[in-house]
């Protein structure tokens, strides 16, 4: 892995924790579905002009059409919608602790699901990190954090790890940014019907509005799918998702930062240890 990948990765890290944190400002002002519907449909517009552009076509392997509707669906819609309901009533950096342990979920269902073998140090990390995120969870519902906010994210965060086990090849063919603009505008319908059916629509627009859909819209939507798969292409999927590690840290220190969120020193040690072991789950793949 060299200096480059090193950056690529700590870069992605950034931009995905940081989603968390621009997503609460957002809920904060605007109605959760309708505004992530929209932001979808404008990354996809943008993925899809950058793709013709690039002299991509629509034209996909049967693959690509099945990774973009369930990534459209389980990741898009399920796992980012249930997200921002979420973070109407709990804290950012509680909903990227949750999210990030999305790496330990995949392990585990495909340690029982599809009969993966866990190397020792995979099985000693998916172990440290469920127990950091019990720990966390504890510490949060016994200060009274809401318990359907939480249950949402963990929902969420089973939707995206269904999306990941699900999906394979969806590189195969290329058109790559095709398919990235195509599973927006996916996810940008379906939550559109659900706003539709579920939400009284309001927005109290502000310049900090602005600038969060703003961001969220072009940086954690865009430009760090895009920093993904260059990442991946140029040291492979299980190497890139080392990087993972990085989230939960970066969830927590960016919310801590930008929104003042509180943190125990117990909450850091959570974390500590979430972050532990979704390493060690990560380079026990590596090694095999």
């Given at each position: 892995m060299d200096k480059r990948a090193i950056v690529m990765g700590i870069a992605f890290a950034l931009?995905?924790?940081s989603a968390f944190t621009s997503a609460r400002v957002i809920v904060a002002q605007a109605s959760p579905l309708a505004s992530l519907s929209l932001r979808f449909f404008i990354s996809g517009l943008i993925g899809i002009m950058i793709a013709k552009w690039l002299g991509q076509s629509f034209d996909l392997t049967r693959n690509q059409w099945r990774a973009t509707f369930i990534f459209g669906i389980f990741q898009n819609a399920l796992y980012l919608g249930l997200n921002f309901v979420a973070m109407q009533t709990i804290e950012a950096s509680l909903a990227s602790i949750i999210a990030s342990?999305?790496?330990l979920m995949v392990a585990f269902a495909g340690w029982i699901v599809f009969r993966d073998k866990l190397a020792p140090l995979a099985l000693i990390g998916?172990?440290?990190?469920?127990?950091?995120?019990s720990l966390i969870m504890g510490l949060r519902l016994s200060g009274g954090a809401d318990l359907m906010g939480l249950a949402l994210c963990v929902a969420?965060?089973?939707?995206l790890t269904v999306a990941t086990l699900s999906v394979r090849g969806a590189s195969e063919g290329g058109n790559v940014m095709m398919v990235v603009g195509?599973?927006?505008?996916?996810g940008a319908v379906a939550l559109g019907v659900a706003s539709y059916f579920t939400e009284d629509?309001?927005?109290t627009m502000s310049a900090s509005l602005i600038l969060a859909f703003v961001y969220t819209t072009l940086v954690p939507g865009l430009a760090a799918t895009f920093v993904w798969f260059q990442l991946v292409n140029r040291?492979?999927?299980i190497k890139a998702a080392t990087f993972h590690f990085l989230n939960p840290f970066f969830g927590v220190l960016i919310a801590a930062i930008l929104l003042g969120e509180a943190m125990s020193l117990l909450d850091f040690v959570g974390v500590g240890?979430?972050?532990?072991?979704?390493?060690?789950?990560?380079?026990?793949?590596?090694?095999?």
């Open positions: 931009m995905w924790s342990s999305m790496p998916l172990i440290a990190g469920f127990v950091g995120v969420g965060a089973l939707a195509l599973q927006m505008i996916v629509i309001q927005v040291i492979g999927a240890i979430i972050t532990a072991g979704i390493l060690a789950v990560q380079l026990s793949k590596s090694k095999t």
